[in-house]
């Protein structure tokens, strides 16, 4: 097949077509975008904007090793690349890819529509935990309603929009609200007095990947990949995927990249049904690291329209769900494997709230081992291992007790219409709100505020960029720790730059809970079409296996003021932590920008 796929484009090449038209105008109105994976790395010259093969590269990812090539001769094209050794496969950048896995149902309204989380049991879980703020979950869907009444306060994210290449991942009725629908059920906000349960308190990270077209509801190869990607590079603990498609390598190099990096995924198993081994791709290929949903009723029977096969793993609400959609109050039914998915992806961030350092596997196997057994006496193709029971898995993963409370969050929590202590009167107690799981009783273990230079701090090379300074910013106090040339107040070098500042090891022997904040800023390169000029805080136990805990880069706005953060790392107490901040323009092109500037670096532990 390749040997004939480049002798008819050899010929064709010899020889004019009929109508005294060459193969370069005939095809000139067929633009394509292919995604090129090479073997071991992006060969040197193949950057943003340069040309391969004939086409004109738009987008490369060091990480997941591909190149986005815009081409208007596709034949041409794909016969070039098929001599190029270094390339392990190409495949078209599909538009379309994939659609989300729901059916519309007429029943939008009606408290009979919240039977799922009562049906897993998570009344009781709820009285093990209700989910933790440290705990984040990405969710790639067609993003969500930042305006709904039930997804307010800080635990939601700015997220990003990989469907239309901006910063701003909102959800649309073009797509029935199908993402805010998702992450209703998995973590709207509880005892609030408004709308529904969400399953679990834990950070949204909304992702949009999918969007209203002439196809439906549906994302590119690319975006979803990126969306994927994304999610682990931010330092997200869960995936929720409500939406399949077809094979397609550059998915599956994703999926493996986000896993390897700690994100657990969940998925839909598709609405195919009936019908037999119909898992949908990408995670029927990626069963062994996806946790695969299939959907059930009210009377736990299979959903009618429920995928099914041997990659299933278990089963979850998914038949007449009500969640949040449109407006500032709007709640409605949906139907779909796309509605048990984020029944499962709430279950798992709560164990993930009782366990920290659990990852897939455990997970995974307390899902199973705890879930209901429906259909044929064990596993089966239409319920996997059963219909999940939170009840019993978080009983299971030594939840006990009642979830702590705390009152100073700034938000109506009490639902008395004024903000919460200390601002609220109506607030007194620390038992008044939903905060949950906050940090108290903590105090400082680590403060460097870089005023007397990193003390015990290292760097990547003596000549990389990362020094303590009071040039190009303001600082502070007398100095900040800067990425960037004082000499220009840039990081152009005229070349790649990828450096980072790392801390000396910090001792949280003996704590079992800890918090990490800082303040930055930064001025790097804008642009939508890709990530470029990359910053990561990342965090490790050895300094050798690291977990990022935010990322920002150039599809995302600067930071131009001094900005607080803090981030949850209680699965890091018990030894030895080491931060580390770590930068990659990836090209080195439109660098000509301030940089990352960091203060007042303190741990807190308990």
Request: hydrophobic share 30%; charged share 20%.
């Amino acid at each position: 097949m390749r040997g004939m796929l480049i002798l008819t484009a050899l010929a064709l090449l010899a020889a004019p077509l009929a109508g005294a038209f060459t193969l370069e105008s005939a095809t000139l109105k067929d633009t394509k975008r292919y995604i090129v994976g090479f073997h071991d790395e992006i060969p040197e010259g193949v950057t943003r904007g340069a040309s391969y093969q004939g086409g004109t590269v738009v987008e490369v990812d060091v990480d997941l090793v591909y190149a986005i090539v815009a081409t208007d001769h596709p034949t041409l094209f794909e016969a070039r690349v098929t001599l190029d050794e270094r390339v392990r496969y190409m495949e078209w950048d599909d538009p379309h890819y994939a659609s989300l896995f729901f059916v519309p149902n007429d029943a939008r309204y009606g408290d009979a529509g919240h039977w799922g989380s009562k049906k897993i049991g998570a009344e009781k879980a709820w009285d093990r935990t209700l989910g933790s703020t440290s705990v984040k979950v990405g969710m790639l869907d067609s993003g969500i309603n930042r305006g709904h009444e039930d997804l307010q306060g800080s635990r939601v994210l700015q997220g990003y929009d990989f469907h239309n290449n901006d910063n701003d991942p909102n959800d649309e009725s073009g797509c029935s609200w199908h993402g805010t629908h998702t992450t209703g059920t998995a973590g709207a906000t509880i005892h609030n007095g408004k709308g529904i349960a969400g399953l679990s308190q834990h950070t949204i990270l909304p992702v949009k990947g999918l969007g209203s077209s002439g196809f439906g509801c549906t994302g590119s190869t690319s975006g979803l990949a990126n969306g994927l990607k994304y999610i682990a590079d931010q330092g997200s603990h869960i995936s929720s995927n409500s939406w399949g498609g077809s094979g397609s390598t550059t998915i599956y190099d994703a999926i493996t990249y986000a896993h390897n990096k700690g994100t657990i995924h969940i998925a839909a198993a598709g609405n195919s049904g009936p019908c037999t081994n119909c898992v949908s791709e990408p995670w029927k290929t990626r069963e062994s690291i996806v946790i695969i949903v299939a959907s059930t009723t009210s009377s736990d029977g299979q959903s009618s329209f429920s995928s099914e096969g041997p990659q299933i793993d278990v089963a979850a609400p998914g038949s007449s769900i009500l969640s949040t959609t449109s407006g500032t109050s709007g709640y409605g039914s949906l139907s779909g494997t796309s509605m048990a998915a984020p029944h499962v992806t709430g279950t798992a961030a709560l164990l993930k709230a009782l366990k920290p350092t659990w990852g897939f596997a455990d997970i995974d196997q307390n899902l199973k081992a705890n879930a209901v057994d429906l259909g044929p006496s064990g596993k089966d193709d239409d319920f996997g291992h059963g219909r999940i029971n939170a009840d019993a898995s978080t009983a299971a993963a030594g939840g006990g007790g009642s979830p702590t409370y705390q009152c100073n969050d700034g938000l109506d929590n009490d639902g008395d219409g004024l903000i919460d202590y200390p601002n609220d009167p109506g607030c007194s107690s620390s038992t008044d709100n939903d905060e949950y799981n906050a940090p108290v009783g903590e105090s400082r273990v680590y403060f460097e505020d870089m005023d007397d230079g990193a003390q015990g701090w290292s760097k990547s090379s003596s000549s990389d960029l990362w020094h303590t300074t009071s040039a190009c910013r303001t600082p502070i106090g007398a100095r900040h720790l800067a990425w960037t040339q004082d000499s220009s107040c840039t990081y152009n070098t005229g070349a790649r730059v990828t450096n980072w500042a790392q801390s000396s090891a910090i001792s949280l022997s003996g704590k079992t809970q800890a918090t990490l904040k800082l303040k930055h800023q930064f001025d790097i390169e804008q642009y939508s079409g890709g990530a470029y000029d990359i910053l990561r805080i990342q965090v490790s136990r050895d300094a050798v296996s690291w977990t990022t805990l935010q990322q920002w880069d150039s599809r995302g706005p600067d930071v131009t003021s001094w900005t607080s953060l803090s981030y949850d790392i209680d699965g890091f107490a018990g030894g030895n932590l080491y931060i580390r901040f770590w930068t990659d323009t990836v090209d080195s092109t439109s660098n000509s920008h301030a940089g990352w500037f960091i203060e007042d670096v303190e741990v807190t532990a308990a």
